[in-house]
């Protein structure tokens, strides 16, 4: 085990011969792209398994957020939070808009739903909010804020894919949510997200958004970007999808172990909302100080073993957009580290890596 690099995840691969399979039907078809067949079909699984009205494959989830912000008519002003990753900032920036941070709820580490309405402004023109590590946002209160004010609300579900909140799947709330299918991510397609929405407008927008604006070969319905993803893309989302239910089960397994070797610390851990059915993507450990944190991430790294500081820094840090002081979110982010976790990671393994944060905590 000294020589085996344990990274805070490694991408879940079905079996070869599976994913042969649908080359086999590329190569028969020769169609790579432009919403071809195998596109069509993931598509109306995941639309299947997530059980929402329209889902547009998207060719990174970077892509889906901008396009969902555009779709929305999102400009000047929009609240969201300082506590995700770079893309949900980013992407505000990169469509002209203007990020207002609300700082985070320390429990959930989503966006303080109490705290929102007094960020809005005659500018503000909606809500980009996120699921932090998979935990549903409050989405009945955003979403009477929401409507009380009249502001389209935006989720980054990056985070999300096979959780479910009140009975329902958490991407099925907002107007719009934007996932991410990376490879480090609990279901992926290589590289590869999607756009949800049960609006029909938003969904006839999204899907000249993401072709060009194309309606045919020689017309435009308006402005879009290249959006689209390849049948490579989603033959590995189709060999994956199958196995969705194994991946989570795992995932749980192993966070039950960390639970167990870990009980006896004074580490926290997010808190699960009520009604909330988790997809364990992802086991993050606040710790009492950045520097108890920094001495076991190092330890760990010394035996070869790597988790992530995610989210660090606090977005609110950014030196584009640094005028915001938000004091959870970055107290949080310094103290909070994700352990590895992914299927097929092993009990001693996670019984070393518990055993290694034990010896640097006071």
């Known amino acids: 085990m000294d020589k085996q690099l344990i990274h805070i995840t490694r991408s879940f691969l079905p079996p070869m011969e599976e994913y042969i399979a649908y080359l086999e039907q590329i190569w028969d078809s020769n169609q790579l792209t432009n919403n071809g067949a195998l596109v069509q079909e993931l598509e ?54 203007q990020p207002v941070f609300v700082d985070i709820d320390p429990h959930t580490l989503c966006i303080d739903a109490e705290l929102i309405e007094a960020a809005i402004t005659k500018r503000t023109t909606g809500i ?25 609300v935006l989720y980054d579900a990056a985070h999300t894919f096979g959780g479910r909140y ?29 756009i949800i929405t049960e609006d029909e407008e938003l ?18 319905w308006g402005l879009g970007i290249n959006g689209k993803n ?25 966070c039950g172990w960390y639970d167990e070797f870990l009980s006896a610390t004074i580490l926290t851990r997010p808190i699960l909302p009520e009604g909330c059915q988790y997809n364990f993507a992802y ?31 606090s977005l609110s840090n950014l030196p584009y957009k640094n005028d ?21 990671l092993m009990i001693d393994v996670v019984e070393l890596i518990s055993q290694i944060i034990r010896s640097c905590l006071k």
């Open 44 to 97: 109306q699984k995941l639309k299947e398994y997530l059980g929402v009205s329209h889902l547009f494959f998207i060719n990174n989830g970077t892509t889906a957020l901008q396009i969902a912000i555009k779709a929305s008519g999102l400009h000047d002003e929009v609240i969201t939070t300082p506590f995700s990753y770079v893309a949900t900032t980013s992407s505000l920036v990169w469509e002209g808009c």
């Open 128 to 152: 980009v909010a996120t699921h932090v590590y998979g935990i549903p946002c409050d989405v009945e209160k955003i979403g009477a804020i929401a409507q009380k004010y009249g502001l389209k």
């Open 166 to 194: 009140q009975g329902k799947s958490v991407v099925s709330y907002g107007d719009i949510s934007a996932l991410s299918f990376h490879a480090t991510k609990l279901f992926h397609t290589g590289e590869g997200g999607a």
């Open 203 to 220: 969904a006839h927008r999204i899907s000249y958004m993401r072709n060009f604006g194309h309606k045919g070969k020689e017309d435009f």
């Open 230 to 254: 390849t049948e490579f893309h989603a033959a590995m989302g189709l060999c994956n999808l199958p196995y969705i239910g194994e991946i989570i089960a795992s995932r749980e397994e192993i």
């Open 283 to 313: 086991y993050p450990v606040i710790f009492q100080s950045e520097s108890e944190l920094i001495q076991s991430q190092d330890q760990l790294n010394e035996n070869n073993i790597f988790p992530r500081r995610y989210f660090y820094p």
């Open 324 to 344: 915001q002081h938000m004091p959870i979110s970055e107290d949080i982010s310094s103290r909070i580290l994700c352990l590895p976790l992914f299927p097929g």
